[in-house]
């Protein structure tokens, strides 16, 4: 049986910890672009992908236990973009499908 102090609902403190620090750093650093509740909901998201995405990326590229640390740090920010790059594109999803189709986006 696990200690329940290391984990909670199945995922480690730890990763929680990890994924939350460096979604938290990269919300702060452009502070500017959030109100409280968009902040917040950065910071989950990141956390949210983290938390999903840290143990099979470690055992998919089988690497060390204490590796996911780090992934989860990474992905606490990388997740929190996003989120971001997300709702930046569902404002005009076209443009994305034109460029990455090659277009020029069509002048005004």
Request: hydrophobic fraction near 55%.
């Amino acid at each position: 049986m696990t200690d329940p102090i290391q984990t909670y609902f199945g995922i480690k403190a730890t990763t929680l910890a990890a994924s939350f620090i460096m979604a938290l750093l990269a919300v702060l650093l452009d502070i500017k672009r959030h109100s409280f509740v968009t902040g917040v909901l950065a910071v989950f998201c990141g956390m949210a992908v983290a938390v999903l995405a840290t143990d099979p990326i470690v055992a998919n590229l089988n690497l060390p236990g204490d590796w996911s640390h780090a992934i989860a740090g990474i992905l606490g920010i990388s997740g929190r973009n996003l989120v971001i790059w997300i709702g930046l594109v569902s404002k005009d999803p076209m443009a994305l499908w034109d460029r990455w189709r090659g277009k020029a986006p069509p002048s005004k």
